[in-house]
């Protein structure tokens, strides 16, 4: 009974010992092979890269061969395919906390955007015929929004206008022709498809005007119904 203490401290010390064995062989072996994995990763993920620009020329190259005899005459289409590689593909997916470099993108690709706008990721942008769209200064646009400005609606007007600070919900789709007022709220999950009013409230498929915000409203447009502020107590999912 009198050494069972001392098999004990023993049994203790190889254990600490075992462990911090196990801790340096570990770190040894991140430092062994971490610099011979990394430019494993790096070519990895440069072949990835190679191979899907190379999809998307030999598609291009396929897509002008085989499309019909005229086709191409149309400018928009002679580089769409670049234009949805930089929006759809790079910009929509670029970090929050890169936005400027995402609205960088939309005016290389013939977007117009304003000063201090904010656009979200994961969302489709115009690619055919990206200079309808026009987002004016310190407009808000949430992730997964779909700008359409190109359609059956040949030569009447297809411009996407989204005035200055208005904010636009997570999840929209703008088809062409549509006006967002100035300082205008459209829900989440809208189908835009006609023009919302300066300072209205708007949401649903098709999107219509619920209420407006303070200073706003149909008096102010037709001098026909008093203005409905946003009450702060009610529930809007936007």
């Known amino acids: 009974m009198e050494n069972q203490p001392t098999v004990s401290c023993v049994e203790t010390q190889v254990t600490n010992e075992y462990g911090i064995g196990m801790r340096i062989a570990i770190v040894l072996a991140f430092l062994i092979l971490i ?16 191979f899907y620009l190379a999809g998307i020329v030999v598609f291009y190259i396929i897509e002008r061969t085989t ?5 191409y005459g149309d400018p928009h289409i002679k580089f769409q395919w670049l234009r949805a590689f930089i929006n759809n593909v790079i910009a929509s997916n670029v970090p929050h906390c890169q936005a400027r ?32 769209v026009v987002i004016e200064d310190n407009a808000t646009i949430s992730f997964r929004v779909t700008f359409v400005a190109h359609g059956v609606k ?20 703008i088809l062409p022709g549509v006006t967002i007022g100035r300082k205008a709220v459209v829900g989440a999950g809208s ?10 409230v708007a949401a649903g498929n098709p999107a219509r005007v619920l209420r407006w915000l303070e200073g706003y409203g149909p008096d102010t447009l037709a001098g026909k119904a008093p203005i409905v502020p946003v009450c702060k107590s009610e529930n809007v999912n936007l």
């Open 67 to 71: 499309a019909p005899k005229g086709m």
């Open 35 to 50: 610099p011979v994995l990394l430019p494993i990763a790096f070519v990895l993920l440069g072949l990835l890269f190679s």
């Open 191 to 200: 189908v835009v498809v006609k023009d919302i009013p300066d300072g209205a």
């Open 154 to 173: 040949r030569g009447k007007n297809l411009r996407v206008l989204i005035r200055s600070g208005a904010y636009v919900g997570a999840g929209c789709v």
């Open 101 to 132: 470099f995402r609205r960088f993108l939309f005016r290389l690709s013939g977007i117009t955007i304003g000063k201090r706008v904010f656009i979200g990721m994961n969302g489709y942008m115009e690619d055919y015929c990206p200079e309808h």
